[in-house]
């Protein structure tokens, strides 16, 4: 039961997010997204060191000093994945006119999910592989997982607004709108299950799948939200906003975890 809520608890950040189109009547101020998205980015940096890389490296221990060599490894394995899915999926960035990936017939609409989509991937590992080690043997504990999956919910509460909000606003029917938010979350909880099942199989390797889920969602916060929350006039929201949402994940970490 414990793991069904862990996978599900992200996707409820998201569906909560982008149900805001049914009573924000105007679309996200542009200082507002920039916080927001900074917000998300310090969330998913802290979520990456001390809910992955540092456990990853506790769970190498017996390597001694070269403990840190499963943490480096899957921690590039797991950039070069999205540096690659960044290159084939084809997507739009918001606030951006030129599309990335491979060159493909879809509209806007749909390349703006599959942007927010391709970071939700590594988010859904992340918790997927989590859980995983909380279920093996307790290597990782339940209550850690739990905080992980709980931060990622509250950092996935402002995406799904961030989709919803500015497909309404282009014309977008409410139902439409919220439909495109949900499914870009949709991909979590299948990420999350994915990993759960492989790491049953791979446990002695489970250092490098946290580690691997740390340098994929790294990918995502340098290569499109640092740029995002660091746009326009008075950037500086944006990184007190990350600092927000790194030292409240801290917190949980240390408090829950």
């Not at 998201?14 to 917000?39: D, M, P, S």
Request: charged share 10%; net charge negative; with cysteine.
């Amino acid at each position: 039961m414990e793991l069904l809520q862990g996978v599900l608890i992200p996707f409820l950040g998201t569906t909560l997010g982008a149900a805001c189109v049914f009573f924000v009547k105007h679309n996200v101020h542009a200082g507002t997204q920039r916080a927001l998205t900074g917000f998300a980015a310090g969330v998913m940096v802290a979520a990456s060191i001390w809910s992955l890389l540092v456990p990853a490296m506790e769970q190498s221990e017996s390597l001694e000093a070269f403990a840190f060599v499963p943490a480096v490894a899957g921690f590039w394995i797991g950039i070069l994945f999205l540096w690659i899915l960044d290159h084939v999926v084809p997507h739009l960035h918001q606030g951006s006119d030129e599309p990335e990936g491979v060159k493909a017939a879809l509209n806007r609409s749909t390349m703006l999910v599959l942007a927010v989509t391709l970071h939700n991937i590594p988010e859904g590992m992340a918790v997927g592989v989590v859980l995983a080690g909380a279920a093996q043997n307790g290597m990782i504990s339940l209550a850690s997982a739990m905080v992980l999956s709980l931060g990622i919910a509250i950092q996935n509460f402002p995406e799904g607004a961030i989709i919803s909000l500015p497909l309404k606003s282009e014309g977008m029917g409410k139902v439409k709108a919220f439909g495109y938010g949900v499914l870009s979350g949709v991909v979590e909880p299948i990420a999350a299950v994915a990993t759960i099942l492989a790491a049953r199989y791979v446990v002695p390797v489970l250092p490098v799948l946290l580690s691997f889920a740390a340098g994929a969602m790294m990918y995502v916060v340098v290569e499109e939200l640092i740029p995002e929350m660091s746009a326009g006039k008075h950037s500086n929201v944006g990184t007190l906003w990350f600092a927000v949402g790194f030292t409240l994940m801290l917190a949980l970490d240390v408090a829950l975890g």
